[in-house]
Structures are given as C-alpha cells and as structure tokens.
C-alpha cells in the first residue's frame, strides 16, 4: 500500500502467507453426542434450549481460527518540508499496474514509481531526482498505529549491503518470515551506505527491491528471498516483464462507458462525487479487475484474497482478514469468470481441496456424516471447524457446499474436462456429506438440514421469541439443489470416472428436498416453511435469494411468482434501511440486475459508490472490506450481459446483452465478456441499442440462443466466431 508521502513515504507490506499462529485442532469434543438433542430442540421450537446447548457443546475451542498480519513496513526518509512541496501528484495507473508519486522541492523534481511484480517475485520502486539528492531507507514491523512502539519482529540486522528482518508470527508452528531489502544505483556517483540498520542512498537514480517468503512455501526463507533479489536485474527489464504478465490478463476483458473523456485530470475523492457518471462506473468496474489480478494469482500453494484482498494494514484486522464462506470469499470471485480470469480463481479451488481433507475429520466427528464439510469461515491451514461464538453464524456446515458450486460455475465458463477430474471428488465429498447430514422432516415427507439456519440473521417465531435455528432454511435448500444438479451434470460428462455416490441416491434426494415457500405477505420465505418475521427487515444478508443469483434456480421467465416474491423482499430490505454494509449494496445490484430491474441496479450502484467507496476506491464496509468492490465489479457485468438461464424445452444456454442498463447511461463498449459455455462477447451500444457488431467467439460446441433487449433472438452454435450486424439486430 503507497501512501505517497514526500517527508517520510510509507510502503506497508503485506505476503499472504503471513498469518498468525500455525494449524490447530479446535473440534468441539462433545457435538456429536449433543447432535440428536439438538435437532430436538430446534424442531420443537425451543430456541433458548438449543442455544444454550450449542454453546456449551458446539462452539469450537479456541473459538477463533488463525488471522492474517501485515509483512511490515518500509520507510523511505527524504525530510522534505511538506509546506513547501510544489506540484504534487500521486496516481495508480491500472492500465499497466504502477503507482507513481511526484512533486517538487527546493528546486529538485522527484519520482518514484513502484509495481509489485508477479514473474519476479518482488516490490520493485525506482527512485529518481533531477538532481542529487539523499534518502534514508529503513524496515520494521510495527503496528498501523504509527504512535505505538511495539515490534513484531525477532531481528532486523544489515548483510552485504541489505535489510534483512525476520520474524515469527505468534503461536505454535506458525509461518517464519524474512523479508531483504536491497538498493542499487545506476548513477556513476551514486552511493550506498550502511548506517545501522538502514542504507543510506544518494544519487539521481536508484532502484529499491524487496522480496519475502516464508516457511508456508520454503523451508529457508532467507536463501529464496535473496535468490528472488538476485534474479532481478535492471529496473527496465522487472518493469517489461511485469507489464507483459500483467497486461496479459488485464487486457482480455475492457469496458468504456461513454462519454469516456480518459481524463487523469480529476482527483479519484473528487470524481467519486458524481456516482452517476458513466466514466467513473467503468473506472470501478477495470478497477475491480486490477485488485483481483493484484490479490490473486495461482502458483506453488497459492492462496486467496481474504477479506481485505492482500492489504490488511493490522495485527487485530477486522474478523480476523480471514476467508469468511458464509458469502464474502464467494463474493471476491464473482468477476473472476465473466472478466476472463480463471488463473486468479485458482488458489480457491487449491483452498477448496486442503479443506476438503480437514473436513473429513469435521463431518465425521461433529455430524456422523461421510465426505467433508466447512463452516463459515476458514484460514491459510484451510481450518474447517466452527469459528466464532455468534450464534446467527458459526453452526453452520454448508460453507464448504457454496464453495463447490464454484467448481461447476467455473467448467460452464471455461470447460476442460482435466480439471473437472481433479475436484470431482472435492465435489462428490461435499454431496456424501450432504447426503448423510440430511433427515426426514416430522411428516416423513422431505429430507431437510438440522441444524440450520439464515446465515447472521435472526427471527422472531409464533409465539414471539427471538431465534437463529430452523430446519431447512431456504439458502440451505437452494444450495444444495445447485450442489446436487452440478454432481449430476458432473457425473454425465465423466461416464468412465471412479465415483462412490450413487447417483440414483443424489438425484432422489434432490427430489424430496422441500420447496421454495412464499409468505402470506407476498415474500419468499427465509426459515424455510416457517413465516417468521425478520427481527431486522433491512438486514445485510439477504440468503434467502441465492438461487437468484448466485444461483440460478429462480428467474423471471422460468420462475415468475418467486421472482415476483423476490423482487418484493428486496423493496422491502431497501424499506428498512438495507444495503449499509458495502459488499451487501454490491450484493444488491447483482440481485436487480437478474431481476431486468435496471434503475434498481443504478441507484444501488451510485449509493455504493456514494456511501460506501473510500476516497482510493475501495470498499468501506465500513471499516475496509474488499468484497464490496468485487460484488460491484460483478454486477456492473451483471447488467450488460447475463448467461446463467438455459431453455428447459431445447436446452441452449441464454445470453441476454444489456438485460438491465438503465436508460440514463447512454452508450459503452464491452470486448472479451465471458459467457457460460466458452463464449467471449464484444459489442457496443447507445441509447439501450446495439450500434455495432456483436462478435461472439466460442471455445466450446455450445448451443445458444442470443436474446437482445429490444426482443431480438437468434439461435446459434459454437464452436466458432460468430457476428451479428446491427441490422440484423
């Protein structure tokens, strides 16, 4: 993180792998035997009871799972009298990825440009000065609160012309860390000195290089952070292999809103004050696409963007920086598919398989139940056991079955049968597991969840008391009908695969699950069969419509009474003050956009930009949470083109272009949008109409049916390029 500063500039650090602590065994020790009282309690009604009995034999302990913390900062002292600073200006371009900071002092012009490349492995800042001129660099490990003096740190210490720190993050077996700071110079009168701890640089040109491993990925940390320095070479050849990685990914998808007047002019706080300036919507939505690129790439034992991506600033972070699985991992990924960016949805998939294997032992000895399961949250050791003491969330063992819904959306978009074989049996645990974990409702007719609940919400019952658990909560219901259709679709792709499931069992449960309920005030129901009442109406959650979307099992066209009654809890959710929180707005829009509800999505859209983005922005729950911004990112897509539906009679996949734009945004362009089925759309428009080609390009022998707003329909099929001219449109 840059923050530009002209006395002392600060670079905080972060290396994903720096969590505290190492793995634990945290199984609650008496939950299964508590388990058939349990499912008692809850289908007698008697809330406080089984409340009391979770909390005595459920909740894990240590009730918390490990945090992530920052790597540590770096500091580079230039004492430069901030009154007198002339032309400012600090910008982050994410066209090419590099913050660059300049300004002028006493005469003498300074620059700094600083990337964090990928391919090499390190923070590369490239300092120059129209004159000679000397700074000071210096790393530690202290807290965001630059007033405390604590360091987190084993040793800081000076070797061969570098800064090496070590640390050991707190708890047994946790991940040792070293990170190496090195300056160069390519001025023939430039100088480097040692001075204690830090390196003393003058000249007109230097070049800064800081790289860090821990012992999660090595077994010397030390040894790979200076090979990581030393394959480096100059500033111009870090700087050209960064932009051909980074622009290799950043430049398959693009999106402009017009007008697009590409001004650098206008400071982002002060854009940010008309949200409903189509340019700025376009800026959020690229913007999206360089976090994701920036917080999430595969590689050896990669890990995910936790819920403040990879910038977590604190050693007490909000709820941890951890991977929150009750939406806000999910969340981050939404993009990930549509933008064209598997290689940054990988590390979830890796997550997804070491959770797997952690959660045999959960299932098992929490549930009785075969396969594997994860709660709501996990961490960098892929914990899987309930977190927290909040009642309203930590029972609750679908985390892990949302998560593999990622497997199938992410074969609908890309295909590729070799990947589908590696997580079948990731998917196939979590459908063993769902099996055995569901029973019989007291008529014997359905087979429902126990325990289950609305994750973080609360109702208030028949007889007035407040409550979290039920049988067979909608959001319950809805993800594992979209877990079981995916076995199946799964199962017929792959007729020679080994499999352990009968598929004939997975396709008569699917059939005796409960359904969708709509409430006598026109809603769709949250507990399931149960009309309970929210005792907050405006709550940030709102899981109840997951199968609109992420899921696909409600539409307007197949489905529309529940989309009727989906609609309607969303007016009533915004009635009561909801979309506070930023990733729940972000949530919102996604919700409006498969709804066709276009204005809807644009008021969410401003009030997100409005109330709930930081002046660099980013998601402001509040405090910082990252979700937000890849929920939005998704969601302006959301409007452009949606390909989630598929024709029940003929079985061709439906791809709607501008579904739910809203008249007052004239005109934009797309190029390279990811539909399921391998399709990359580009096209342009004004007015809510195409003017251009559409030009659809598929990877894989799908069939289609192009449906445009104004009531075109073509049917078509991949495996091809495919154009469809404006007249034709």
């Given at each position: 993180m840059v923050y530009g500063r002209t006395s002392t500039e600060l670079f905080q650090l972060n290396e994903d792998s720096v969590w505290y602590g190492g793995p634990q065994d945290r199984l609650p020790k008496n939950a299964l035997q508590n388990l058939p009282e349990l499912r008692n309690l809850i289908r007698a009604g008697r809330q406080k009871n089984a409340e009391a009995l979770v909390r005595s034999a459920f909740f894990a302990y240590p009730s918390s799972q490990r945090h992530y913390e920052p790597l540590g900062s770096l500091y580079l002292v230039f004492d430069h009298d901030e009154s007198k600073i002339k032309d400012y200006r600090r910008e982050l371009n994410i066209k090419d990825a590099i913050s660059r900071v300049e300004y002028s002092y006493d005469g003498c012009h300074y620059r700094r440009e600083i990337l964090a490349s990928y391919p090499d492995q390190v923070i590369a800042i490239k300092v120059t000065s129209s004159r000679r001129s000397t700074f000071t660099a210096r790393l530690n490990r202290v807290s965001e609160h630059e007033y405390e003096t604590n360091e987190f740190l084993d040793s800081i210490s000076t070797r061969d012309g570098k800064i090496v720190m070590h640390a050991t993050p707190g708890g047994r077996n946790s991940n040792r860390l070293c990170c190496i700071v090195s300056a160069s110079t390519d001025d023939l009168e430039g100088v480097i000195q040692v001075v204690g701890n830090t390196l003393v640089i003058t000249g007109t040109s230097a070049l800064i290089l800081l790289a860090a491993q821990t012992t999660f990925r090595v077994e010397d940390p030390e040894s790979a952070a200076l090979q990581d320095i030393q394959r480096c070479g100059p500033w111009e050849e870090i700087l050209q292999r960064?932009?051909?990685?980074?622009?290799a990914l950043y430049k398959r998808v693009s999106l402009k809103l017009f007008p697009d007047r590409q001004s650098d002019t206008v400071p982002t706080d002060v854009h940010l004050r008309d949200p409903s300036n189509p340019e700025l919507i376009a800026q959020y939505y690229n913007y999206g696409r360089y976090l994701l690129i920036s917080s999430s790439r595969d590689g050896y034992k990669a890990l995910p963007a936790t819920l403040q991506g990879i910038w977590n600033p604190s050693f007490q972070p909000a709820w941890g920086s951890k991977y929150t699985i009750n939406i806000n991992l999910q969340m981050n990924y939404w993009p990930a598919n549509t933008s064209n960016l598997p290689e940054c949805e990988t590390p979830v998939f890796e997550l997804i398989e070491r959770?797997?294997?952690?959660?045999?032992?959960?299932?098992?000895?929490?549930?009785?139940?075969?396969?594997?399961?994860?709660?709501?949250?996990?961490?960098?050791?892929?914990?899987?056991?309930?977190?927290?003491?909040w009642m309203s969330a930590t029972l609750w063992p679908l985390g892990g079955a949302w998560l593999c819904t990622h497997i199938w959306e992410r074969y609908m978009f890309f295909g590729g049968i070799e990947f589908l074989q590696r997580f079948f049996p990731t998917l196939e645990g979590c459908v063993r597991f769902l099996l055995d974990y569901l029973i019989e409702d007291e008529t014997g007719s359905f087979l429902v969840t126990n325990p289950s609940l609305s994750p973080?919400?609360?109702?208030?019952?028949?007889?007035?008391e407040e409550g979290v658990f039920c049988e067979a909560s909608t959001m319950d219901i809805q993800i594992i009908t979209a877990v079981f259709n995916a076995y199946i679709s799964a199962v017929g792709l792959l007729p020679q695969f080994p499999m352990s499931v009968s598929l004939q069992q997975v396709q008569h449960s699917r059939d005796?699950?409960?359904?969708?309920?709509?409430?006598?005030?026109?809603?769709?129901q949250e507990w399931g069969r149960n009309h309970y009442d929210e005792v907050e109406p405006g709550h940030r959650h709102i899981s109840h419509l997951w199968g609109l979307h992420p899921g696909d099992l409600i539409t307007p066209t197949t489905t529309p009474d529940f989309a009727k009654a989906a609609s309607a809890v969303l007016a009533r959710r915004a009635a009561h003050g909801g979309g506070h929180t930023g990733w729940s707005r972000a949530w919102l829009i996604n919700f409006h956009a498969r709804l066709g509800e276009a204005e809807k999505c644009k008021e969410h859209l401003e009030l997100l930009l409005r109330n709930s983005t930081l002046p660099n922005m980013l998601d402001n729950h509040p405090p910082f949470q990252i979700d937000g911004n890849f929920g939005g990112a998704a969601g302006i897509l959301e409007m452009i083109v949606q390909s989630h539906e598929v024709d029940r009679k003929d079985g061709r996949r439906i791809i709607r272009l501008?579904?739910?734009?809203p008249k007052e945004w004239k005109g934009g362009e797309v190029k390279g949008v990811r539909a399921r089925g391998g399709a990359s759309i580009s096209f342009r428009w004004e007015d809510g109409r195409i003017t251009g080609d559409v030009r659809i390009a598929c990877d894989l022998d799908t069939k289609y049916r192009l449906?445009?707003?104004?009531?075109?329909?073509v049917d078509f099929q991949g495996k091809s390029e495919h154009l469809f001219t404006p007249k034709q449109i």
């Open positions: 960064h932009r051909a990685d980074y622009s959770m797997a294997k952690k959660g045999e032992k959960t299932a098992r000895d929490m549930y009785r139940c075969r396969g594997w399961c994860a709660h709501h949250n996990t961490d960098i050791y892929a914990d899987t056991d309930p977190q927290d003491k973080e919400n609360t109702f208030r019952n028949f007889r007035n005796r699950l409960p359904p969708m309920t709509i409430s006598p005030k026109g809603l769709i501008l579904p739910a734009w449906v445009v707003s104004a009531g075109y329909e």
